[in-house]
């Protein structure tokens, strides 16, 4: 398995951007899909976004299409994803996860996930 370290997170205002980072490390990085989840108080954790091994293809949930952007540098092992123009309602854990197939990320079954970073979002 990789294991997989996120930071990036912090108290921000709507309206605010943020990039959340998450660092590799273990396995070959570029043999694995990467993803992006988040878990609110009481809420089940919810897929945002995946990348594919070599970044040619992404998918966003509807929730953040178009506000989230996804990335990864292979060269570095690190996975991004750049929050922009951010809500109340993006206020949660974010974990960033990783597969050799991006369907069991994009299904919300991969087998590596980091610990998490707290995002919130004052109004």
């Known amino acids: 398995q990789v294991q997989l370290v996120e930071s990036g997170g912090g108290l921000v205002q709507a309206g605010d951007s943020l990039r959340l980072s998450c660092a590799a490390s273990?396995?070959?990085?570029?043999?694995?899909?990467m993803g992006w989840f988040r878990q609110a108080p009481g809420k089940e954790r919810e897929f945002l976004a995946a990348?594919?091994?070599?970044?040619?293809?992404?998918r966003y949930a509807d929730s953040v299409k178009g506000r989230f952007t996804i990335s990864r540098d292979n060269t570095r092992n690190m996975g991004y994803l750049q929050m922009n123009n951010l809500k109340p309602e993006d206020t949660a854990v974010y974990h960033c996860?990783?597969?050799?197939?991006?369907?069991?990320?994009?299904?919300?079954?991969?087998?590596?996930w980091g610990q998490g970073t707290q995002v919130t979002v004052s109004s």
């Open positions: 996860a990783a597969d050799q197939s991006c369907h069991n990320i994009v299904v919300s079954n991969p087998g590596s």
């Open positions: 273990g396995r070959t990085f570029s043999s694995y899909a």
């Open positions: 990348i594919i091994r070599g970044g040619g293809s992404t």
